[in-house]
């Protein structure tokens, strides 16, 4: 007998949120669906139970942008994970393929296709726009995303921490660490990302930032 599917959505806005919510129910109608609308849920979910995918929003309100899937990778990495998104350039989607996405589903998808590529990843396969798979194409943007992709967790917490301008003391405070660990930390980040400094660093994770609102 086969087990029905557990998949978590992540979206703060409800209107969005049941869109994948009701295909992922109608790729099996006994489905575990399982709601949250920040990372820090995103994070306690992962923790509590094992997900057979995770359809993540870009735009919440504790992350913004790629580093959210980052976040979630580190956390999970065996978890097939897909972006809900509203920004559908080619730039983005590069930078989450390159970062262990399964697939891209764009907001104003019809219910369909969201269903069709639901269907397609949770069987093992990826879904992105033919362009996304080109060879060849945007290997910049896929490069500088498996770098971040390497990243710990905690490092990842770090690297969000020094963007914000905190610095190591006041990192260290945050995060419950020694001052020395979070400076080990950062000289992991700094080798991962081929960087020689904090400024490049942040340069690089802002690559994976949000450009602009996107649209609920």
């Not at 907001?107 to 269907?119: F, G, N, P, T, V």
């Not at 500088?144 to 921490?161: D, H, I, K, N, P």
């Amino acid at each position: 007998m086969t087990t029905p599917p557990s998949i978590l959505v992540v979206d703060d806005h409800p209107i969005c949120a049941a869109a994948p919510s009701m295909a992922s129910r109608a790729v099996d109608g006994e489905a575990v669906v399982t709601t949250v609308s920040t990372m820090t849920e995103v994070e306690t979910a992962l923790r509590e139970r094992r997900f057979d995918l995770v359809l993540l929003d870009l735009m919440l309100p504790d992350v913004n942008g790629l580093s959210g899937l980052a976040m979630v990778r580190s956390l999970s990495s065996a978890t097939p994970v897909a972006i809900v998104s509203g920004r559908d350039d080619m730039t983005t989607i590069r930078q989450g393929r390159g970062l262990g996405a399964k697939g891209f589903i764009s907001k104003s998808a019809e219910i369909d296709e969201m269903i069709a590529a639901i269907r397609v990843i949770l069987a093992g396969g990826q879904w992105f726009p033919d362009a996304a798979m080109a060879d060849g194409a945007g290997t910049e943007h896929e490069d500088l995303a498996r770098r971040l992709g390497e990243l710990s967790t905690a490092q990842l917490r770090v690297l969000r921490a020094i963007a914000g301008g905190q610095q190591n003391k006041q990192i260290a405070y945050e995060l419950g660490l020694a001052e020395p660990t979070i400076k080990s930390h950062l000289a992991a980040i700094f080798r991962k990302l081929a960087v020689g400094n904090r400024t490049q660093a942040v340069l690089a994770f802002q690559a994976l930032e949000a450009r602009g609102d996107e649209t609920p």
